[in-house]
Each structure stands twice: as structure tokens, then as C-alpha cells.
């Protein structure tokens, strides 16, 4: 089956420090990679949609110089969190979609990020 | 543009009740609709998809058919147990190749014994 596994689970760090998350699908071959961050209220805000071959596309709001991505291969993906703060907390999914032509996406468990 | 509207922030249910959660979508292509839900602690997990207008997705109990007359895609199933206390996500993926999903703000369900 299609498994989507998301790194680190839990992170915590200093504010104005950064950190890098991953993404890793297996069973399938990500063709794209969307990622959000979920609010405590459980809406999502799409950041980016990473495309394979293609450029990758921030939403308002979002910058590559902030929320930098990386998206190599059919299987892996990254994001790091710039210079992050107190808002910048949340739980960051990942959504990979399958090449074969399904239109839906798989989740990750998320890399829920506290910032002090 | 393409949306997803839930209007049920939460619904609280005893076992065995019947559940019914709205959804109405905005579009104007021709969209697949899907259901996922999210335990606490995990990411969201695909429930159920249509992809053709008027059929009916089912899985796991729970069924939700792709009305495009009236724009719904409500969720139902028929009893309710408190394993499906979750929240549940209504969401929308555009014809357009390459777009990504459009999400509901989620119905948060509560069953309890």
C-alpha cells in the first residue's frame, strides 16, 4: 500500500532558530508533494505544492525564502522552517500524490513543531 | 474559486446513533470529492473518494454520494461506535492536473459509550 512517513514527529526549538523536516513515500511514487500546516483548530494552510520537473508553487502568505523545499526524487521531499517564531507553530503534513493518476493524496503523520 | 464548506464544528453522538455531516463543495470543474479522518495524533487518512458525479463512495460504513444537482457530498453512516470519534474532512480536488486538494475546516465527532 501507499505510506507516506513524515520526520521528526515532535521537534522543539529556540525562536529565530530553523529546522528541516522530512518527507518519505513509499509504495508509490510522489509525483507531487503538497505541504500544510494544520492549526490547533484543524484548518489546513496549503504552503506549497512541489511538482516534479515543474517549479515549485508558495501560496500567499508563504515564501521560498522562509519555508524553503526540496524535493529531489519521486519519494522524498524536505522543508526547512526558517528563522522560526511563535506563530510558525503547528503540525506540518505532508500530501503526496501517487503518479499512476489517482487525484487523492496520502498523509504523513505530520512533524508537529513547538517553538520557545 | 473552488471551495469546501463544512457548517458542523463538532457533533457529539451516542453508539449506535446514525451520523450525518455536511458538506457542500463550490467548482466549476468536474472534481473527485473525498472524505478523510483524522485520529488524534495521526494525519488525515482517506475515508472514501468519488470521482463520478450521482455514485455513492462506501467504506468502512460510512457512505457519501457525489450530488451534483444540489453540490453535497454529507457523510453518513448508519451506527456510530466510539472508535469513530475523529475528526472528519470533506475535501475537493480539482480537474485542473497538478492543483492540490481544497479542505473543509473539518466536523470534529464525538461518540460516546
Known amino acids: 500500500g501507499a505510506l507516506v512517513y513524515q520526520y521528526p514527529r515532535r521537534t522543539i526549538c529556540k525562536s529565530g532558530t530553523s529546522m528541516r523536516m522530512e518527507c518519505q513515500a513509499v509504495?508509490?511514487?510522489?509525483?507531487?508533494v503538497a505541504w500544510y500546516r494544520q492549526s490547533p483548530q484543524k484548518t489546513f494552510e496549503l504552503i506549497a505544492l512541489s511538482t516534479v520537473n515543474s517549479a515549485i508553487k508558495y501560496e500567499q502568505n508563504f515564501t521560498q525564502e522562509k519555508f524553503p523545499i526540496s524535493h529531489p526524487n519521486l519519494s522524498f521531499s524536505s522543508m526547512t522552517v526558517l528563522n522560526a517564531y511563535l506563530e510558525d507553530r503547528g503540525l506540518y503534513l505532508c500530501?503526496?500524490?501517487?503518479?499512476?493518476?489517482?487525484?487523492?493524496?496520502?498523509f504523513g503523520p505530520g512533524t508537529r513543531l513547538t517553538v520557545l | 474559486g473552488d471551495s469546501v464548506t463544512q457548517k458542523q464544528g463538532q457533533v457529539t453522538l451516542s453508539e449506535d446513533d446514525f451520523l450525518f455531516i455536511n458538506c457542500t463543495y463550490s467548482t466549476t470543474t468536474y472534481p473527485t470529492l473525498l472524505w478523510y479522518v483524522q485520529y488524534l495524533g495521526q494525519g488525515p487518512q482517506l475515508l472514501l473518494k468519488v470521482t463520478t458525479a450521482n455514485n455513492k463512495g462506501i467504506s468502512r460504513g460510512f457512505e457519501a454520494t457525489y450530488d451534483k444537482g444540489t453540490t453535497s457530498f454529507h457523510l453518513q453512516k448508519a451506527s456510530v461506535q466510539e472508535s469513530d470519534s475523529a475528526v472528519y474532512f470533506c475535501a475537493l480536488v480539482p480537474a485542473n492536473s497538478g492543483t492540490y486538494q481544497r479542505f473543509g475546516t473539518g466536523t470534529k465527532l464525538q461518540v460516546v459509550p
Open positions: 509504495g508509490f511514487q510522489a509525483t507531487s
Open positions: 500530501g503526496a500524490r501517487d503518479s499512476g493518476g489517482a487525484r487523492e493524496q496520502y
